[in-house]
Structure formats: structure tokens, C-alpha cells
């Protein structure tokens, strides 16, 4: 454990940067929180899944969209409306003494693209996806696909002041006992060299890691890939950033066995951090960006990248609506946004470290698959708004007094699903005849590509 923290802590050090190098970085705002997972489970139909904090193009769904579909999304979250693409990850979860779980709160996130060698770096074919990490199992330290996980937590001032990298631990008191920390950041590195083709049956390996990067958290150091995935893609890191609520940081307990916080699969170790891409950018800007060391060096300033630029528009990621239909499920609760869960959305019991390798799978007592649903309410914490499903709404839109009665839980608030931007084109009929593929692909998509 020592070892890799140690080895995370030298890899974080900035390289020294050359003209043939840089970054860039996608902001991103959250679209919406929900258990869906189209590569893994599309239509949700093992109901296997966890809750996913899920940016990018509004019309991500149930099914995997093709690229073509993709690229016909009214908008995206990232602030370079030509990414098209969608990114998630488990939601953090915060364990309340008694063992119940509320959401944490997003701050926000962003999409590195690292490039070693610009004129080797190609860009990622189109629709192809991914998945880093392990969902079900922690094998870390032991196995490729693990290799780019990181997690940190960070305290900005006071005797505690200064980021801690945590490796693969969650900042639970036995690994983090300082006090509750600012800021939460799991962050996770793709595997950069691939085949060619889209998809795997493990949705790995058609991709690996550069040469020399076979340490965890140091892929984006490597130049070159092995002959059996000769081609370079930029290095894509996804970084998540998360905070407390006020009652939340008050609860928060620093006993050598308390837990504080979970991933949303019940994991309060922290081992099976994952993250899943699919790339819907448009392939000539994506080029244009990764062969520029303008836009490499341009950081999170999109604007500043000539091929970002004529998209670059913050305004419309923060207002882009989910064009899809929810899952019914825990609406007495709405997922944990006005009152605390008392299990984890759908079949994820608490995984602690003792609990071996393998995720348990029991169900709560009771339990029943959930049906889909039309969200109507969404959950703002004004930057970056959270569309969420609460099924029990009032029909139509909401009263603000209806509203109001979650806003005091966690000193947030809610919004009518009407009013979080402009009505889209395209309305419930449309999704459910499978017109206006702007607004509606989730309910036609095929997977491509397996
Ligand atoms: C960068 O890539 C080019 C083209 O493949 C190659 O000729 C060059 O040697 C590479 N540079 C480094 C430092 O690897």
C-alpha cells in the first residue's frame, strides 16, 4: 500500500513539457446522476448497475448511441460543445453514522487529454469506448487494468492544509484521519494504445497502456505502444471533484474504523474506481486540437485552442438538459437528495475493505427492478446542476412551495425540470415514436461494433 502511495506521489509531478507535448482540458458539468450504464447493461436489463454521475452529450441513454446518433445531441455538458462525447463514473456517497447514504456534492470535473508526441498521436476513432478500472472486483496492484486509478482529498487551509494522494483509498480515517476534507478528487487515467477496433468483450482490452507505463497513474508518461495496440491516442484522464455539505462535514467521523464515504457500488475501500468513455467528438476539431501546441497548452482555456474556440460556450454546458427517460427507483428518497437512503440504489450492499475482492451483489429485502420514468424535477446546486428522477412529483411543473419542502435538507435546491434551460426540440412523444433523433436517439440506438 505504502509503495503505490509513494510511486502516486512522484508520478503526480509535472513532466517537464516540450514543444512536442502539452494538455488539454475539458470543463465539465454534471447531466445527470442515475443508475444506467449503456455499455455495460444497456435498457438496464441485468439491472446490475450503480449510480453513475454522467457528463457530456444530453442524449446519452439507456442504449449505447452510435456516432452518428451522438453527434445529433442538442447539447453537451462540456464546455467544447464539438465534444459529443459522454464520461462516467461512480457517484461518492456520503455514510451517515447510523449507515444511511446521501449524494456528496459535485464541484465539478474536467477531461484531460494528454499528448506526448504530437505527430504519433492520433485521434480516437470514432464511437470508440472504453472502460478503466474494475467495477466488481479490486484487484488493485495486480492487474492491468487498475493501473490508472487515483484518488486524492485535499484540505485548503488551517494545520491540516495541503492534498493528500491516497492511491486507490478512499479518504476513510484509516487512511486519511485528518478532518473532513475540501475537496474530494477521484481521478482516472484510460489506457492510451489501442487496436483499432471500437470494443472489446471486457471493454479493455482492445486498448493497454503505452510502453513504460506499466506503474499505476503514469500511462500519460509513455510515448510509444506495444505492436499488439500500435496506435497512440491521447492520454485521457477524467477528474471528479466532490465536496461536503455542511451537516455532512459536522458527521463526518475520525475512528480508525469509521467510514465516511462510499462509492455508489457500495465500496468504501476505494479499489473499484472505474470510469467509462465513448467518444462522440468531432473527429476533425479532435485533431486539430491534438496536433496543435496552441491547444496543448491551453490547459482548461478552451478558448485559447482555435479549434475549440468557435464551440467553446459554458453557458449552454451548464444549462444542457438530459434528453432521457430515468429509472424509477427510490423515489420516496429522490436518491438521496432530501432524505438519506437507507441502502445504496439498486443491488450494492456496503463493501468494506474486510469484504474481500469480490463485490457482493445481495439485494435490500424487498427489493424490486424499477421501470423507466420521465424525470421532472432536476436538482441545482446552481453550477452545476443534477438532473435527478423524482417520480412522485406533482404532475406538470412543480409549485415552488412543493420545491421547496427538499431545499432545506442540504441547503441546495431544487428546479422544476422545465425551467433548468430552454425546452429542447423534441418532446416525450417523439422519444417514444423514435422521431427527432436531436432529442430521442436513446429509445432506437443498436450497439455497433461487438
Ligand atoms: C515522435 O513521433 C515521430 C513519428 O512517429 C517519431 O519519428 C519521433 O521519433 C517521435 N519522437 C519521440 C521523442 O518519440
Not at 476534507?181 to 487496436?195: A, E, M, S, Y
Not at 470494443?199 to 482490452?205: A, E, K, V
Not at 471533484?241 to 451537516?247: C, D, E, F, K
Request: hydrophobic share 35%; proline share 8%.
Amino acid at each position: 500500500m505504502l509503495l503505490w502511495s509513494i510511486l502516486a506521489i512522484m508520478a503526480a509531478t509535472p513532466a517537464v513539457v516540450v514543444a512536442q507535448q502539452g494538455q488539454f482540458a475539458i470543463p465539465l458539468t454534471g447531466l445527470l446522476n442515475q443508475r444506467i450504464d449503456p455499455i455495460v447493461d444497456p435498457d438496464n436489463t441485468k439491472d446490475i448497475g450503480h449510480l453513475h454521475t454522467i457528463f457530456g452529450a444530453n442524449n446519452f441513454g439507456t442504449k449505447l448511441n452510435t456516432f452518428a446518433q451522438m453527434q445529433k445531441a442538442t447539447c453537451t455538458t462540456a464546455a467544447t460543445q464539438a465534444d459529443k462525447s459522454n464520461y462516467w463514473i461512480p457517484s461518492l456517497m456520503f455514510v451517515n453514522p447510523d449507515g444511511t447514504y446521501e449524494p456528496t456534492w459535485l464541484q465539478g470535473a474536467r477531461a484531460y487529454y494528454m499528448v506526448q508526441n504530437l505527430t504519433m498521436t492520433e485521434p480516437f476513432p470514432e464511437g470508440l469506448r472504453m472502460i478503466s478500472g474494475t467495477a466488481t472486483s479490486r484487484t488493485v496492484g495486480r492487474e492491468l487494468r487498475t493501473n490508472g486509478i487515483h484518488i486524492e482529498s485535499e484540505i485548503y487551509s488551517g494545520a491540516n492544509k495541503g492534498n493528500k494522494a491516497l492511491g486507490f483509498n478512499l479518504p476513510n480515517p484509516k487512511y486519511d484521519n485528518r478532518p473532513p476534507p475540501d475537496q474530494i478528487r477521484l481521478k482516472i487515467q484510460f489506457p492510451g494504445c489501442g487496436n483499432g477496433q471500437l470494443d472489446s468483450t471486457d471493454h479493455f482490452s482492445h486498448m493497454t497502456w503505452p510502453l513504460n507505463s506499466n506503474n499505476q497513474w503514469d500511462a500519460q508518461f509513455g510515448i510509444k505502444c506495444p505492436p499488439t495496440h500500435p496506435k497512440r491516442f491521447p492520454t485521457l484522464q477524467l477528474e471528479v471533484y466532490w465536496a461536503l455539505y455542511t451537516g455532512q462535514r459536522s458527521r463526518w467521523r475520525n475512528g480508525a474504523n469509521d467510514i465516511n464515504v462510499a462509492f455508489a457500488n457500495g465500496d468504501t475501500f476505494g479499489g473499484s474506481l472505474h470510469a467509462d468513455f465513448v467518444n462522440g467528438w468531432n473527429t476533425n476539431v479532435f485533431r486539430d486540437a491534438i496536433k496543435s501546441t496552441v491547444c496543448l497548452n491551453s490547459d482548461a482555456t478552451n478558448e485559447n485552442c482555435p479549434a475549440f474556440k468557435p464551440t467553446v460556450n459554458y453557458d449552454t454546458a451548464k444549462k444542457c438538459r438530459y434528453a432521457g427517460m430515468v429509472l424509477d427507483e427510490n423515489s420516496d428518497v429522490g436518491l438521496g437528495y432530501y432524505k438519506p437512503l437507507k441502502n445504496l440504489p439498486g443491488c450494492n450492499p456496503r463493501w468494506d475493505e474486510s469484504g474481500g475482492s469480490t463485490k457482493p451483489t445481495a439485494c435490500p429485502a424487498g427489493y424490486v427492478k424499477p421501470g423507466w420514468t420521465w424525470p421532472n424535477v432536476a436538482y441545482g446546486n446552481w453550477n452545476w446542476p443534477l438532473a435527478v428522477d423524482f417520480p412522485n412529483a406533482p404532475s406538470g411543473k412543480p409549485s415552488d412551495s412543493w420545491l421547496s419542502q427538499f431545499a432545506a435538507t442540504l441547503g441546495e435546491r431544487f428546479v422544476a425540470w422545465g425551467s433548468v434551460a430552454s425546452t429542447p426540440g423534441g418532446t416525450s412523444e417523439d422519444v417514444k415514436n423514435n422521431k427527432n433523433l436531436a432529442t430521442a436517439p436513446n429509445k432506437v440506438q443498436q450497439v455497433v461494433g461487438l
